[in-house]
């Protein structure tokens, strides 16, 4: 089992940063892969970013130049750094960990981009 733990969200001004932590206990050595999702009010969960087991990472293509993905070298923690942020990004974000074809999910984290 994998639990996941997400921080750093809050209240943000259009075109300020942020950056998403994700703390992954458990059976960490078994996760093929860690994204990021986000699910504004009303619209269905996105996916964001992934960093996969060899370091490997993409992003959706909307978020490309705004958002990156990384990690620490233990694996455990999967950051998100947010820059150029606006109200649209507003959501609450998730960590997901893949371990073979088991899902894993944090409870989320607030993200509000307001002036």
């Known amino acids: 089992q994998v639990q996941l733990v997400e921080s750093g969200g809050g209240l943000v001004q259009p075109g300020g940063s942020l950056r998403l932590s994700c703390v992954a206990s458990?059976?960490?050595?078994?996760?093929?892969?860690m994204d990021w999702y986000r699910q504004a009010p009303g619209k269905q969960r996105e996916w964001v970013a992934t960093i996969t087991d060899d370091g490997s990472t993409t992003s959706a293509d909307s978020m490309k130049g705004r958002f990156t993905i990384s990690r620490d070298n233990t694996k455990s923690t999967v950051y998100l750094q947010m820059n150029s942020l606006s109200p649209e990004d507003t959501a609450v974000y998730y960590c997901?960990?893949?371990?073979?074809?088991?899902?894993?999910w944090g409870p989320g984290t607030q993200v509000t981009v307001s002036s």
């Open positions: 458990g059976n960490i050595f078994n996760i093929d892969r």
């Open positions: 997901n960990a893949r371990t073979g074809s088991r899902t894993h």
